[in-house]
Structures are given as structure tokens and as C-alpha cells.
């Protein structure tokens, strides 16, 4: 039944944050044009959900899709603690699959925060002198590579092998770039894998603009989500030359694709100690960037901010420290733009107000908290009762948006919304409790604000066993959807086929 489209009748549904009494719903021409008991199918198709659940389809308010693509191609690091675990993993991968004659291998997801020994160059050499080995981190940040990668990328001579910030972006880009109808396929797949999820919604802000491919894409036939797609400063002259404004669709694209923001990338991130923070990280108080990297002056975020907004484009600034936002913050309250501060993860008491009073949006990754809680509680130490403060925001009436930053967590809003729900994962005790949100507050976040199914409203929906506002932790984690919809065609559908079809 995937990727039918048509009128349905969507028999015996309870709404999540509505009425737990079965209900009938409505599709005709993609939108809900009717709720209620009893309904009169007409000439619709029925489908009986016996007593399912539906909510509104869900968003990822943050994903680097290709990156989400490519890394799921690639050597998988995440499980290493150490250098050494790491060049395990290489090792192995080098005996078992090696890339082809000139290729090199690639790896994602390592993280060196805490490990008891250091990324060199030399580590890698000893195992692959020859193979060119591009390793990179979880949080997109950093790069390792052998001798034979760093010279090939122009590095040759670097003391460690370990590239930070715009070295280690412009080697990512290098190695992610594959034909174009291979990386399409991927993100075809990725998209499928998404659907299944219950998503019909990401804002893709992947570092090249991808209004072009996604365009593309949906020609081609990848049609299982709506995307908004970002542009960085290098691109912004030119979107702005196109006309084009957020939330303008891109032609031939059947309304998918539409110009989302601006994004500019203001400080660094925590597990490479370059978040720019008020203070300095424990060990670097007398080393040079010992409270991280500023990427962007002052000033010069002000003029993007102002030539984007200016142009109907709204800005999203990352911002990751709490020096980081401040500034963020200062910049929107002097452009008088609204938008969006992406990760917030430190922020200053004082700054909390501010994000409800400048009407700027906390997009967080509720998920990042439970990667980092222990990386935080090392070069944060006294601070993480601000860190990834998702309640503190809230009740500062501030707006939040839930994201994964795909490939840094997982694309999945359930991983997300359980992460901000519960504050825990692998059976520990939940991290600063009190920064938990409401479970109906995680799905509004997740869902473009919406917070149950309305009559009038797109038919983008997802179909679930069980009632996701009273679901455990693990429940979320593990959360089985039954059915996606997307603009009344089911981009996902598990159903029990006839079974559950009701015939005219």
C-alpha cells in the first residue's frame, strides 16, 4: 500500500492529545476534512486502525542528510573508548574489506573526550601506511587521518594527524563527495529508513546547498519527506540573487522541497573543547582558545544576520557554548530578527529570558545530552545544571524544537522526545532531572507544534500501537510505527493489509 494516494477513511483512530475514545478520520485530496464518530465514508476508502493511535507526522528540526547518508556507508567507530579501540576497528576493517587501490577508508563516530590515550598519526601509520585512513568524529569536528591521508588532503607534516573545525569540515567534504546517483541512492535509502519512523519533515542543513539536489531527488522519485533546505554564507549571495525566501517552494518539487534558513556556525563543540565558553576548559585555562573558538566576529554576525533577514531569509545560528549564544543573542537583539540559536547546549543564566523576549527558537538535540553527560560533567564542571537546560528554556517561555543533527544521534524524534522526557539511557540514573520536559511538550517539538490531529490540517500523520504521551523511555526507543502518512500518500505502511482494510 506504500505510496498510494487517494481519499481514505480512517476508521476507529484515537488521537494522541485528544479524545482516547475511537474516533473516524477523514482524507480527502491530503488534508483532514473531517473527525469525528461515525462518519460517512462516501466514495473514500476505509481502513479500520482498531483503535490505533495518530498523531501528527514528525519533524527533525536538525539533520545533515547526506552526512546521515554517507555514514551509514562507513566504518562505525561509536563503540571505541580509546586510540587504541579505534585502531582495532581499523585494523579489522583494513584485514577484512579493504578499500579499493587509491581509495581511502573512512570512519565515523569516534569520540576523544575522555580517552586515556591520544589520536596520532602514528597510531594509524602502524597499521596502514599505505591506505590513506580519514576517521571522523561524532560531532563532525574533527578528523584523524594517517600520513598517506594527510598528504593527500595538503597537511602533510601535521604533528598529530588530528584536524579541528575548518581543516577537518574541508577534508569531510572531500571525502563525502561520490557520484551523484550513488549518494542519491543512499539518501533515498535513508529517507525510506526515516519514513519508517513516523518523520514526513526534516530541515536539512547540510554545509553545500541541496536545494538542487533535492529538487532532483524528488524527480527522480524520492518522495517520502518534505524538506526544508538550508544555505550557509557561502551560498547566501547566491539563494538571495534566486529570490528566494524561507519557506518558498522550489519549483517542480510538488510543494517537498522548500527554502529553509539561513545557518551560520559560530563556535565549535564541546568533545573538541572548542564550544566558546565564558570560562575556560579545566586544564587549558593558560592555553591559547582554552575557552574554546569564536568562528565568526561579533560584527560580521550581525551583517549576516541582518543581509539574511533582510532578504526573508531566517537565520539559524549555531551556538554551543554559553559565551557562544550570549553573542548569538546580543546579534538578533541588535538585527531585530527572529530565528533560531541550533544546539544551545551551555547556556548563561541571564540568556534563558532572552530566547522567549527575541522570539529566537531553541533548536536542541535532546539525545547530544545523554552522548555527553559525562564529557560535560569533565570540561563543564559547575555549569551543567545550564547544560542542555530544555526545562530551564521552557519555563523562560522560550520555544523549543527537538533534532538530532543526524549523523551526530540518530533520525529518529522517538530517541529525541525520550531523551528530553526521561534525562537517561542504558539504565543509568536520569542526568539533572530537573531539566526534563513533559512528554506532551517533546511531541509538540517534534511535530512543527502541532499537538493532535485537526480537522483542516495537512494529512501528514504516523500510526502507532500504543499512546506515545504515556510511553516509557525504552517504549520510545524501540517505538513501533504501524503507518506513515505524508499528504494523504502512505509513505510507510506495516498494517495487516486486508485484514484491516474495510471495503467501500
Not at 476505509?46 to 514528525?58: K, N
Not at 519514513?195 to 547540510?206: P, S
Not at 549571495?237 to 551560520?264: H, N
Request: charged share 20%; net charge negative.
Amino acid at each position: 500500500m506504500t505510496g498510494e494516494m487517494g481519499d481514505v477513511l480512517l476508521r476507529s483512530a484515537r488521537l494522541v492529545g485528544g479524545s482516547a475514545e475511537p474516533l473516524d478520520v477523514l482524507v480527502e485530496d491530503g488534508i483532514v476534512t473531517a473527525v469525528g464518530a461515525g462518519l460517512d465514508a462516501g466514495g473514500a476508502r476505509q481502513l479500520d486502525l482498531g483503535g490505533r493511535w495518530v498523531a501528527p507526522g514528525l519533524w527533525d528540526s536538525h539533520v545533515h542528510m547526506d552526512q546521515w547518508a554517507l555514514t551509514r556507508q562507513r566504518l562505525d567507530l561509536s563503540s571505541a573508548t580509546s586510540a587504541a579501540g579505534v585502531t582495532f576497528l581499523v585494523e579489522q576493517r583494513l584485514q577484512a574489506k579493504p578499500p579499493e587501490t587509491g581509495q581511502p577508508l573512512i570512519g565515523y563516530g569516534f569520540q576523544d573526550g575522555l580517552w586515556p590515550d591520544a589520536p596520532t598519526r602514528e597510531l594509524l601509520d602502524a597499521i596502514s601506511a599505505d591506505v590513506p585512513v580519514v576517521l571522523v568524529s561524532k560531532d563532525l569536528h574533527a578528523a584523524w587521518l594517517n600520513t598517506s591521508a594527510l598528504l593527500q588532503h595538503g597537511h602533510a607534516g601535521h604533528p598529530t594527524g588530528l584536524l579541528r573545525e575548518q581543516a577537518a569540515f574541508d577534508v569531510n567534504v572531500r571525502v563525502s563527495a561520490v557520484p551523484e546517483e550513488q549518494l542519491d541512492g543512499w539518501v533515498a535509502e535513508a529517507v525510506d529508513a526515516a519514513a519508517a519512523r513516523g518523520v514526513v519533515g526534516i530541515v536539512d542543513l547540510e554545509m553545500t546547498l541541496s536545494l538542487d539536489r533535492w529538487a532532483r531527488r524528488v524527480t527522480g522519485g524520492t518522495r517520502g519527506l518534505r524538506v526544508r533546505a538550508g544555505v550557509y554564507p557561502h551560498d547566501l549571495e547566491a539563494v538571495i540573487a534566486r529570490g528566494l525566501r524561507s519557506g518558498d517552494v522550489i519549483e517542480g518539487t510538488d510543494g517537498l522541497v522548500t527554502m529553509g534558513p539561513f545557518k551560520i556556525i559560530t563556535d565549535g563543540s564541546l568533545n573538541t573543547r572548542t564550544a566558546y565558553c565564558h570560562d575556560p576548559y579545566p586544564g587549558l585555562e593558560d592555553a591559547h582558545e582554552g575557552q574554546g573558538i569564536l568562528t565568526v566576529d561579533p560584527d560580521q554576525l550581525v551583517g549576516h544576520l541582518r543581509r539574511a533577514s533582510s532578504a526573508g531569509l531566517v537565520p539559524a545560528v549555531h551556538a554551543i557554548g554559553d559565551a557562544a549564544n550570549t553573542l548569538a543573542l546580543d546579534a538578533f537583539e541588535e538585527v531585530g530578527c527572529g530565528g533560531s540559536i541550533e544546539h544551545a547546549q551551555l547556556v548563561h543564566e541571564a540568556d534563558f529570558e532572552r530566547f522567549a523576549r527575541l522570539g529566537v527558537v531553541a533548536s536542541v538535540q535532546p539525545e547530544h545530552a545523554m552522548d555527553d553527560r559525562d564529557v560535560a560533567d569533565r570540561f563543564w564542571a559547575g555549569r551543567t545544571h545550564r547544560a542542555f537546560a530544555f526545562a530551564s528554556l521552557v519555563t523562560a517561555g522560550a520555544r523549543i524544537t527537538l533534532g538530532s543533527d543526524a549523523p551526530v544521534a540518530p533520525l529518529d524524534p522517538w530517541v529525541s522526545m525520550a531523551a528530553a522526557i526521561s534525562r537517561a539511557r542504558d539504565g543509568r540514573e536520569p542526568w539533572h532531572a530537573e531539566q526534563r520536559v513533559l512528554a506532551s511538550v517533546a511531541l509538540a517539538a517534534s511535530t512543527n507544534g502541532r499537538t493532535t490531529l485537526r480537522m483542516g490540517s495537512v494529512a501528514d500523520l504516523v500510526v502507532t500501537d500504543t499512546d506515545p504521551l504515556v510511553a516509557t523511555d525504552d517504549q520510545l526507543r524501540s517505538f513501533d510505527v504501524a503507518a506513515t502518512m505524508l499528504g494523504g500518500r502512505w509513505t510507510h505502511f506495516t498494517l495487516d493489509g486486508d485484514a484491516d482494510i474495510v471495503q467501500r
